[in-house]
């Protein structure tokens, strides 16, 4: 069995190239490494995606109430990073 990473074929538009052309001028790291870095952050978000769409196909009969309770979790969950954030550039 191959110990190997799964490969992944990626085109994008030319406004993300660009702006990956120059993030990883600016910080002197290869595009598919912050590209890999980028995935890593968003990993919770899809994770969350995906039990709430497993969720709604398991119980259609809720998908309302289930859909409004991950709303309201991202909500919760963004305002918590913001504030974060907030006192990150605070103590600059």
Avoid: W
Avoid at 7 to 30: C, M, Q, Y
Avoid at 53 to 77: C, Q, R, S, W
């Amino acid at each position: 069995m191959s110990s190997q990473k799964p490969r992944i074929a990626l085109t994008v538009p030319n406004e993300i190239n660009d702006l990956l052309d120059r993030l990883s001028d600016l910080t002197g790291s290869p595009k598919t490494k912050l590209i890999i870095e980028m995935l890593e952050q968003y990993q919770p978000v899809l994770s969350s995606v995906v039990d709430s769409l497993e969720k709604i196909n398991a119980d259609k009969e809720n998908g309302k109430e289930i859909v409004k309770k991950f709303a309201h979790e991202v909500l919760l969950d963004c305002n918590v990073k913001l504030g974060q954030f907030a006192n990150e550039v605070n103590q600059l």
